[in-house]
């Protein structure tokens, strides 16, 4: 396992990444679907940006990516003979599975369009994506991992 310096290091670097992301996925499907940005601006339902708790959105992918290399930390084994690419798609495969059950109450409890779920769950996938790229490359097993060893 990776030392905790590292794997928050890591997880930082994959915040900064799932950020950046998200905020060009996000324009890619406001220009795709404008109506997203109008549900956006709408001041009944999402803070405007002159609020400060604003400042959180950009916090959580910081957030996020700690949480992700914690658990990536604690799965590598289930990806030993993957290749990267294989890590990355079974990395965000499952994350994005846990993230049905939020999909579906945000759809359920707001008056949000379901076209802006669909955009939330793929920036979800992408972003995963790039965070398991950052974590396949830098969160690797450390020297106490041998093969067919159970920690």
Do not use: H
Request: proline share 5%; glycine share 6%.
């Amino acid at each position: 396992m990776a030392s905790n310096i590292k794997r928050l290091t890591t997880g930082l670097l994959a915040g900064a990444v799932m950020l950046i992301i998200g905020l060009l996925i996000s324009q890619v499907f406001t220009m795709l679907f404008p109506a997203l940005r109008e549900e956006y601006n709408n001041t009944q339902l999402f803070r405007s940006w002159e609020d400060p708790l604003m400042l959180l959105y950009f916090t959580q992918p910081f957030v996020n990516g700690v949480i992700l290399a914690w658990l990536w930390d604690r799965s590598w084994q289930a990806l030993i003979n993957k290749t990267t690419f294989q890590k990355m798609m079974a990395f965000s495969a499952a994350y994005c599975v846990f993230s049905i059950p939020g999909m579906m109450m945000s759809l359920a409890s707001f008056k949000v369009s379901l076209i802006m779920v669909l955009s939330w769950s793929a920036a979800i996938f992408i972003e995963s994506l790039g965070a398991g790229f950052i974590f396949s490359k830098f969160l690797r097993p450390g020297p106490e991992w041998q093969p067919g060893k159970t920690n």
